[in-house]
């Protein structure tokens, strides 16, 4: 097929050559635009791009068709360099019907001159009401500035198929494929990978749509595209956050996840389900996630790292049995893909509001090591280095990955497993009964555990105040060296790590600070600024308990100081905020008490990834104050 | 090597663990209290299988009761009050070879963790599961359980009880996959052993509600059967709990239950006029949950290493 295509393009004009390009599919829930985003972003990235996704949900399975608050879709920022974020606003949009696209325009995704494919069929319909809001739409798209074009989709697939509905979305591919100039062999190898367990019947549909929609491109696109791309050399992988986690706890050699379903954490568990019994390992969805916790300590207790993965709701549920991990000294492994809370909140959206929470949400002091992921590579890599530090510090790990990180795609180096990342097999030779369960390093706070079955090592372990031999003691003098104890484990490893890496100049007028998924944007944001002479920096922490040395020595060399995070924090200018009301974003709030720093924040919370121009948007007016004060 | 001969062996010598072997702490429970008979009788069953020590697994939940891992030496989790049995299936699950017991109160697995409670019987793994049921919460000093009798006064309910109890028994017979339900009392140690070592035999999760006597606040409660041992039904079948002739005669009021009738067990097991004791049911063939799910079970670092380089190269472009 590749051959055929290509001949054909002689007839099409030529590539416009653009550095980046934003694109988005939407649709109807069910009319798969999410599958022709993710495979466009796929081709894009075997052609040697780099690419960022995100996936565009509706909150519900089925919203009804044609309706503002049901868009799904992909939105794929395609870029000839590596791509770490999704950007500001799209470039090109194609909506399937115009209701979906004002969901779009709502989330503020598209600019003046966005050029805008939208099918016109609905223009054609047969009912009055339908055609009326397509053309008032497509009206209002043009005062809005969109260059709209209106493309012949459902009736260009009907000349193939009988329901469009299921086979739009290859056209559409066919479609973007040739407005970005790729003509890649391989599609009709991706199309066969995607569609093949459906039998040859349909992927034969798919691939003809695919061509159809391609010819139909090269023939009457008045603009094309192309995004230069340097051909893919060292051994590459794509995939989505929650695929990388779940690939991290397979060659971590963790050998259960206990779960119990919470978007957006599931697709993780659901990976593993598909592919962790090859690798040693079982899904084991529990009644509920306090039992998903409790059954993850007993394979623990036994001999076995396992691991939990939920999101905030679950989370809250899982506190008592995590402080009774910290208590106990059992090793956990806690992924929690964070969204926008409290309560039921924003399931399927992007928030950082777990901070304090995975911090602080048991009773008593609990400290526990907690970790975030900034980009898709760190979710497979964060998770191993998770279960080494649940087991050397015998303590529960939280890992906070986000919406942003679960869904977004991008390609990273292949990681090439190791035997030493894998769990050791489980010591049953005999303990020395001499030797406590808990006997700590009077320096550390460390211990080694025996496991059920080695001879010698029978004790139990108990949520009560315990001595090292876990026998239950209620004495203050207990109570005072066992919590010691179990702090000074987090001192331990502090002193191991190493000082966070300032992004740009060591020194300068403002330093932005961030955790998670934000890595890519704020990072844009401040190279943006810095290309204008902006004197700011960033900092992004992956360790946040204990956190990274040396942050206040770095903090006092800046003027300012401010963390751009994804959960709430009071407008500063908003009514009766002033410096003791104004509530603080989490990461500000734990640097102001960790630095004595006087840190500053900003905290939006709109459910979607932050885009970098808004970021150095708001970073230019906190250094135009400055530079007022100086 | 000089000397040894390429194929030798030293037979170890034959371990005989003593009942000592399996005690811990000096147990704490008041004088009297049931839960001192049902410590001996799992110590004693464990000496005479000769279950080695340490592959023993106790693990209970938070009440008077479930201070029981720690006056054994053996392995013990004593975790949160409602959730031993989530923990007892994450033991069990990877390790085939340990002993897992979940002890529990009539709070600790009827309220706080009646959900895990049904989804452990569904699961059928195999562990042995106690329900030790005093009929109050002993450990924060007497309120109402959910087996306290109607009308009966607790700290909570000075004026008594408002509802009628819940039944453990024809819960746990209505939860689909069960596959062991039996009943004991404390103060009838030749039943009790025969009960806790036929759990133990059972493969699979086997329920067994012990009545127990707290004389420190519901020593009226089972005052009735103890004064007149007319009101326990023993249940017989030589499929059931069979006891030795001379402590058979000392129970009169008896009845012939095959446990594999399921309609009759919940008729016995609803009986409120006497305590019947023995087995309710038993169903060998029921689904096991740590057998379907151990799949992968001693995969070998290369295998596991073959399947992860294999997952990962799917992703790759
Ligand atoms: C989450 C939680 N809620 C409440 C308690 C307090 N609590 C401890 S034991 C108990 C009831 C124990 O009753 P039962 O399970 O019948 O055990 P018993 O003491 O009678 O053996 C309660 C309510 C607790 N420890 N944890
Ligand atoms: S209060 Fe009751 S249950 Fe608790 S130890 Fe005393 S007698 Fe036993
Ligand atoms: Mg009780």
Known sequence: MGAELVTEQSTARAAVEVSEHIVEIVSDSGEGAQTAGQMFADLCARSGNGIWTVEIIPAEIEPPSRSRAGASGNRIRIGSSRVTNAGDEADVVVALNEQVLYSRIDAGALRPGTIVYVDKVWGESRDPEVRARYVEAVEDFRRRGYTVIETPIESECRKRTKDPRKGKNMWVLGMLCALYDLHEGTVRDRIAARFGRKGAAVVEKNLELFSDGFRWGLENLEQRFHVHAVPVETPTVVMNGNQALALGVMAAGIEVCSMYPITPATSASHYLAANFENAGGIVHQAEDEIAAIGFALGCSYAGKTAVTITSGPGFALKTEFLGYAVMTELPLVVVVVQRGGPATGLPTKIEQGDLMAALFASPGDSPKIVLAPATIEECFHLIITARRLAEDFRSPVIVLSDANLATGQQPFAKPEPKEAWLAGPVDQSDWDSKVAPMAWDPRTGLSKRPIPGQRGGQHVLTGIVHDEWSHIAYESGVNQRAMAMRSRKFAALASALKPPVVHGDPEGDLLVVGWGSTLGAIEEAVDRLRADGRRVSSLHLRFLSPLEPGLKEIFQRFRKVTTVEVNYADDPDAPLINDETRRRSQLARLLREHTLVDVDCWGPVPGSPLPPGQIATHLATKLDELGRES | MVGLKTEWEIEPAPRECTLAEYKGAEARWCPGCGD??????????????????????????????????????????????????????????????????????????????????????????????????????????????????????????????????????????????????????????????????????????????????????????????????????????????????????????????????????????????????????????????????????????????????????????
């Not at chain 2, 087995?279 to 079970?297: E, I, K, N, Q, S």
């Open chain 2, 36 to 317: 001192h008979s049902v410590l001996s009788a799992v110590q004693k069953m464990a000496r005479d299988k000769q279950i080695p020590p340490e592959r023993i697994v106790v693990v209970s939940g938070i009440g008077c009761s479930s201070r029981f891992p720690h006056y054994m030496s053996a392995y013990g989790f004593h975790s949160l009050h409602g959730r031993p049995l989530p923990v007892a299936c994450g033991v069990k699950s990877r390790r085939p070879d340990l002993h897992v017991f979940a002890i529990s109160g009539d709070g600790d697995c009827c309220a706080i963790g009646a959900g895990h409670w049904v989804h452990a019987i569904r699961y059928n793994m195999n562990i042995t599961i106690l329900m030790l049921d005093n009929s109050i919460y002993g450990l924060t000093k007497g309120q109402t359980s959910p087996t306290t009798r109607l009308g009966r006064a607790s700290s909570t309910h000075p004026h008594g009880a408002p509802l009628p109890p819940l039944n453990p028994l024809t819960v746990t017979l209505g939860i689909s996959n069960v596959s062991f339900v039996a009943q004991t009392v404390d103060w009838n140690p030749p039943h009790l052993s025969a009960t806790i070592r036929a759990a133990h035999d059972h493969e699979g999760a086997s329920f067994v509600r012990v009545l127990q006597r707290c004389p420190h606040f519901t020593g009226d409660v089972y005052a009735d059967a103890l004064e007149d041992r007319s009101h326990v039904l023993l249940m017989e079948h030589p499929d059931g709990i069979v006891l030795e002739p001379a402590m058979r005669e000392r129970l009169k009021n008896r009845v012939d239950h095959d446990p594999r009738n399921l309609g009759e067990a919940f008729q016995l097991a609803a009986r409120t006029d006497v305590y019947p004791v023995g087995l309710f049911y038993r169903d060998p063939d029921a689904v096991r949950y740590d057998l379907v799910t151990a799949h992968g079970l001693g995969k070998t670092p290369s295998e596991k290493l073959g399947a992860i380089e294999e997952a990962i190269e799917r992703f790759a472009i």
